[in-house]
């Protein structure tokens, strides 16, 4: 909305003259950010000025026409990419936040650059999300999402994936998806199958657990949510990443290594918000 103002009382940021400058040269250079209505009333040719006042989004203006502006916020998203060398990682997730978004994220991602993706887990990706986050993609490329259910047997799961990462083309992502209990100790054949699938499978595919986190009993640590048999994947070169909600719940908190950034779920995925 405009706002007018007395010179006297303008910081101005930038200054034109009302003699060379129009409503339509206004409109013209504004129209990018700003929807612009205007009826001449007086456009004198003496010098006039218009201010700009950023941050805020304010937007003042001399009283030199009738001009109505209307504001409309720009907002910059951009796509979550994967900031990681590592090609072995265990998610911890917080309950309901959108672990398997995460994943099929990556997966999309890696589709779009050209790689197959295997994925495992208890249940199959939702019906109505899954096309949603593929749908930038041409139909064509989905024939390189390969799903299966770990059906109660993770040491079959574990083998069908070591078979199938070996002998189909340009598989550059391997994700298991809720591959143990949601809470508790996880149990150290289900360790011992992890880490044989994560040494059996070449170096260049990268391989994603996802599995619920636990909390800080104590509360000596700083966080929300803390991997399970956290020592266990470190020592087994694995990076530990961390999912959670954020303080005002509208956005989630992606950490991995030294990193944390604020991601929004949208439709096609994670978008990154500061």
Sequence with gaps: ????????????????SASAYSPSFFRGILS????????????????????????????????????VIHFRRCVITMRWRVDSESRRIHLAVEGSVGGTTVGLHMAADTISDGG????VGLSMPNPDRFPQLFSHLPLVDSSRFHAMLIA?????????????????????LIVLDDWCEASGKIPKNQLELVTKLAESISEKIRLVLISKGSIDASGTRQGTIFPRAEAYFTQAGFELWTFSRSVNNHTRVLTFGDCSIGVKIVDSGLEIRP
């Design 116 to 119: 197959r993706v295997l994925w």
């Design 1 to 16: 909305m405009a706002v007018v103002q007395k010179p006297s009382r303008l910081m101005a940021c930038a200054r034109l």
């Design 152 to 172: 109660g047997s993770l040491d079959k799961a574990v083998q069908a994936i070591i078979t199938a990462a070996s002998t189909l083309p340009s598989v550059e």
């Design 32 to 67: 990018p950010f700003l929807t612009v209505n205007s009826t001449t009333v007086d456009w004198v040719s003496s010098a006039s000025a218009m201010s700009l006042v950023g941050g805020a989004g304010q937007i003042i203006l001399l009283s030199m026409t009738t001009t």
